[in-house]
Every structure is written in C-alpha cells, then in structure tokens.
C-alpha cells in the first residue's frame, strides 16, 4: 500500500493510495483535487503503475472538492492506465466528481501539437527569399505609389481650387516652424563640434584659417541638408505614418473613400507639399545655425574674429556650394512624405502594424536619403561643380 | 429585491460593495454604490449607457480605486490586501474583456498558459493539454490552439478569451458584453456555453450586458444601475413588475416583448 499526499502544514492537499490485491489495483483518491493542490501529485500520478490486464478501481469516496485540472490529472491517469491495457472502474463517486470525470471525457480531443520547428538554415535561406520578395513588391508597390502621388498632384496644379489650404498650412506649421528649435540646435552644434575638431587637426599644420573652408564646405554642401533630413524623417515622416495608419485602423480611410473623397488628395498631398516646401527652408535655417556654431567656435579657439570668417568665407565658398544643398532639400522632403504616407497606407487592422510601419517609415526614408545624396554627390561631381 | 441583504452570512457572498463612489474630474459616476453579489449565481448588470456599468466591473476587479466605500471580494476586503494576498486573489476571478483582449503576440493555447505559468507549476505536457481542455470546453476546434488572436473571428476571440478567463478555474468570472458584436446565433451559443459552464464549475458570474435574450436566458438576478446606484436587484419576474419608468421602459419595450416570446416559444 503506498500513498501519496499533497497537504502541506495547514491546508488539506488532494491525496492517492494505491493497493494492489492480486489483479486488481485499488486506488483511493480523497482530499482536495484542485489546481493548488493536484498539479503537485502529477510527477507521482505518471508513475502510477497497475498489475498487466488487471483491473483499476477508483474509489473518489473521499473527494472533497475537485476543478477542471483535478478532474483531468485523475482522467488522464485512468486513460494511461486503459491504454496499458487494464480495466478501470469508478466507484462511489459523487455526482460531482462523475460530471467533471464525464466534462473531461467529453473535451477529450487530440490536440493537433505545434507546428514543427524548421531547420535553422532553411529557415535564413527561406527569409531571405521571403525578404528579397518582399523588398521587390515593395519598391514596385513604391513607384505605382509615386506615380499615384504625382498624377494627384499634377490634377491639383491643373485644377488648384482642389488643393486644401487649411491642411497645407497646418502641416507646414507642424512640419516646418515646430521643427526649427530642434534642427537649429543640432546644426549650432554640429558647426561647434566640426570646427572644434578641425582646429584641433588643422592647427599642427599651421592651416587653422582653412577652418572656415572646412566648415563652409561640409556645412553648405551636406551636413546642413543631411541632418535636417534626417530629423524631419525621425519626427514628420513618423508622424505621417501613425497619424495615417491609425487613421486607417479606425476605418477612416475607408469612410472618406465612400464619401467620394480621395485619401491620396485630401491626406497624401498636403503632406506632401508641405515637406517639400518646408524642407528648403528648415535647410536654409540649418545651414545658418551651422555656420554660426563654426564661426562662434572658430573664433573663441582659433581667434578668427567674425568679421575675418566672413570675408574668408565669401572668398572660398562659391553661391554653388550653398545651392547643392538647397537643391537636395525638395527631393529629400518628397521622399520622406511618399515613403511616411505609403507606409501609413499599408497599415492592416492592428496597432500593432501601426508601430511596425511607423519604425520601417523613418528606416526606410532615412536609408533613401542617404542612396539618393550618394547619387546626387555623383552627379554634382560629373558635371563639376 | 432588496439591493442588499446583511442578513446573509458573509461566506454566502461572493461579492459585497458598500458605499462605493466613483468620480472622473468633476463628473460623478457611482454614488453609495451597495450590491451584493451570492455565491454561484449568475447577475446581469444593466443600465442605459454611461451609467458606468463597465467602470463598476472594472472597480470590482481593482483596474480603477473608487474614491470611497469599500468592496470585497471572496471575504477578502480588496484594497486593503498586500501585494501577495491580492496576486492570489486575482488567481480566483478570471475576466472576458470586451474583445477578448487575448495577447495578440500570442497563440490561443499560448493564451490560455499564462496565468497557469504565472499561478501553478505544471509540466509542459500538462499545460498543453489543460489548454486543449479549455479550447474544448468553451467549444473551439482543436485547431485554434496554434493560432493567433488575428487570425480568429470576432466570436472565437471571445470564446478564446473566455478560456483564457476560465483557466484557473477560477471562483468568479466577470464576463463585460460577451454577447456583444455577435450574431444571434453566436450569441444564444454564447449564452448555453456560459450556462453549461457554470452548471459544470459553478462559479459566480458577474455579467455587464444589454441583451435582453441573454439576461431571460441565464441571469438569475439582475441588477440595474441607474441614478448613480443600483437601484434594484432581483429576478427577471420582479423586473417585470417595477414600477421604475426606465426599468419599465427597458423590460417592456419592444425588443423586451420580442426576447420573452423567444424565451416563451
């Protein structure tokens, strides 16, 4: 006769005896079978062995209280032990006790196991097949965009009372005169840091006047431009997807298609036109903050007095040198508003696709400005200025 | 009909609120709020939108502290709980929300296991097949288990979250509108599983609802909220006789006449 008990100090647990008389395996359950307690009897309950062929007589007399995970530990077991071959009876159990047995047996369904772990390596290949396709649909999902965009555009500029002027002005506001603390901050003190570090490299070849040239140079042609980009991605571009994608979460979308209004010209083309018209300017702002972050550091480190700076300036920097920055910045914008719009347009029914889209927008835009400078950079090179 | 009854031994209550008042900003919700709630009966909450009938589930299970009065629950008088008394607490109440409000990163089965991680030690095997075990008993596939929440109707989702409610089998379910956005059918299915359930586990059931079908169907009491209080509680047969005009209006109007000639028929 062993036993088996779940009680601690104190509060009554689920117990099992187990007596085998001949070819038959007698069992007596009693106490409390419920999850607290059951589930601490599961390891000894697998062990449970019965005589070959015999027969398995459950007494539940003494069955307290039982819940689901009770009745299934003392199902499952009884199922076992038929499995193996014995007969198994129940005896004396209470109404209760033989219902939840019979809820067991009822929602006794095989339960389909997970699908299988695939192998580690075709599972990267098979990604990168996955990815690469995807990349493919999406950059012609991206141009049949573009193209969508620009064949709104063009009708607004045919037709421009279509154009909404309310939504145009206020993204400008948003995209535009709210960004303008932040992008002349970094700029101010990307000029300090450029020309900080310029001295420092400049001064042990006696060429600390060459500062400016430095500044003027890196300032104008890409850091002015490149970094207000790349913040205008970070906080309008983002903006555009989660402001379209919940949008489309709710229905909205949906809802100004069947009220005879185009998403594309009341959401996409204000976005749009404003971060083309915003960014030459955000550009301009940068490329002056920049400059004095330089000439106040030039000046306090190297004693290049602001009134040198400028004439040094004006006498290395061509009206060219300031124009390649200023001509990236429309191309720029666009790209940040269609890939911020597109994205916001694929969102699918979940928040969750909210925030997934809102992340590949400022990845996706910040990666394109970068391809599209690089091409730019090719291109000012080749015909030289 | 009476609202409360102090008569009643405490461990016949499942539920027992006092003077309970809710207040966002200026606007008042609850007022001396009373309701008693007895063990192993299903209650249905009514009352007309706004008064608050989803702020009173949520006070219950402690996702929103009343400004005053004082609830428990089980015994047990819940705000004054530590952190280790309430954590086993919130093992013997499970909650539907309104859409499931299943982990969306998750499988159902995936689902279903986690309170039973979070409450009990169970072997792996087990947990898959306690999991199969409730998918079966709330009367999904056996299929449902590997999927995801977005990949179920709106109806599995709720039956899905109900599983997830009933995982620890627990002493109370507070189900908010489970009959909500679903069609008659899945809704009368809805309602026998809720009866079948609670017949074989017999727990309480505290049920916000506005369906009429539901509250003829399976609630033994109702409670109405209305005035910033629960105004009455009682049968289906006292609600009939109020004299209240919007409890009047809301058990005699025509889609109350439509539900009992369907429980009638």
Redesign the interface.
């Known amino acids: 006769m062993t036993a088996i008990d779940s009680s601690t100090d104190g509060t009554q647990g689920a117990w099992l005896r187990s007596d085998v008389q001949d070819r038959l395996l007698v069992l007596a359950a009693g106490g409390r079978w419920?999850?607290?307690s059951a589930?601490?009897l599961?390891?000894d309950l697998e062990m449970l062995e019965g005589p070959s062929g015999g027969l398995v007589e459950l007494n539940a007399a003494e069955i307290t209280g039982i819940?689901?995970?009770g009745a299934?530990?003392l199902y499952?077991t009884l199922k076992r032990l038929r499995e193996e071959g014995l007969e198994t009876r129940l005896v004396n159990a209470s109404p209760t006790v033989a219902?939840?047995l019979d809820?067991?047996a009822a929602?006794?369904?095989?339960?389909?196991a997970?699908?299988p772990v695939e192998n580690g390596l075709i599972r990267v290949v098979r990604h990168m097949g996955e990815t690469t396709e995807e990349i493919f649909w999406e950059v012609i999902d991206g141009i049949a965009f573009l193209g969508l965009v620009m064949q709104t555009l063009g009708g607004t500029l045919l037709h421009p009372s279509r154009l909404r002027l309310t939504p145009l002005v206020f993204h400008m506001e948003k995209v535009g005169l709210n960004a303008l603390p932040i992008v002349g901050l970094i700029s101010f003190l990307i000029g300090v840091v450029l020309a900080y570090q310029g001295a420092t490299q400049l001064q042990k070849f006696g060429a600390e006047v060459f500062v400016v040239d430095l500044i003027g140079v890196s300032v104008l042609r890409e850091i002015g431009i490149l970094l207000t980009a790349i913040v205008v991605a970070g906080r309008s571009g983002s903006a555009f997807t989660a402001q379209i994608g919940s949008m489309k979460v709710n229905e909205e979308v949906d809802a100004m298609r069947t009220l005879g209004l185009d998403p594309i010209q009341v959401l996409v083309i204000p976005r749009t036109l404003a971060l083309v018209l915003m960014l030459p300017l955000l550009a301009f702002f940068s490329d002056i903050m920049g400059l004095l972050g330089g000439g106040l550091m030039a000046w306090s480190v190297l004693d290049v007095s602001p009134g040198q700076f400028i004439e040094r300036l004006n006498g290395s920097i061509g009206m060219w040198t300031f124009w390649v920055g200023i001509i990236k910045a429309p191309v720029f914008g666009l790209l940040i508003a269609l890939v911020g719009c597109y994205e916001g347009l694929q969102v699918a029914n979940?928040a969750?696709s909210v925030g997934s889209r809102t992340t590949r927008s400022v990845v996706e835009s910040i990666f394109l400005v970068m391809i599209v400078d690089a091409v730019f950079s090719i291109f000012f090179a080749y015909i030289g200025i | 009909m009476e609202v409360i009854n102090d008569d009643l031994p405490t461990t016949a209550m499942a539920m027992r609120l006092r003077g309970v008042k809710n207040q966002f900003g200026a606007q008042v919700i609850h007022e001396s709020l009373d309701l008693d709630v007895r063990r192993g009966e299903i209650l249905g909450i009514v009352g007309g939108s706004g008064t608050g009938k989803s702020v009173l589930l949520r006070t219950i299970i402690g996702l929103n502290t009343p400004q005053m009065g004082r609830i428990d629950v089980l015994g047990e008088h819940v705000a004054a709980l530590g952190p280790n008394d309430r954590h086993e607490i919130e093992a013997r109440w499970g909650v539907l929300f309104q859409d499931g409000a299943l982990f969306?990163?998750l499988?159902v089965?995936q689902n279903i296991q986690v309170p039973l991680k979070e409450?009990?030690?169970?072997?792996d095997v087990?947990l898959?097949?306690?999991?199969?075990?409730?998918?079966?008993?709330v009367g999904l596939p056996?299929?449902a288990?590997?999927k995801y929440p977005?990949e179920l109707s709106g109806g599995m989702r709720k039956r899905a979250g109900l599983a997830r409610a009933l995982a620890?089998?627990p002493d109370i379910v507070f189900l908010d509108e489970p009959t909500a956005g679903l069609d008659p059918i899945g809704a009368a299915e809805f309602d026998q599983l809720i009866l079948r359930l609670h017949a074989?586990?017999g727990m309480t059931v505290f049920m916000v609802t506005h369906d009429l079908d539901s509250l003829h169907a399976i609630c033994d009491r109702i409670a109405v909220l209305a005035e910033k209080r629960v105004i009455v509680c009682g049968t289906m047969a006292e609600m009939m006789q109020q004299a209240h005009p919007w409890i009047h209006e809301y058990f005699h109007g025509p889609r109350a006449r439509a539900a009992i000639a369907t429980k009638e028929a």
């Open positions: 419920n999850m607290a589930v601490r599961q390891v819940d689901s995970t299934w530990l499952r219902e939840m809820q067991m929602n006794d369904v095989p339960h389909p997970a699908p979940s969750e | 969306s990163s499988t089965a409450h009990t030690e169970m072997s087990l898959d097949e306690i999991a199969a075990l409730k998918i079966s008993m056996a299929e288990g590997n977005s620890l089998d074989a586990m």
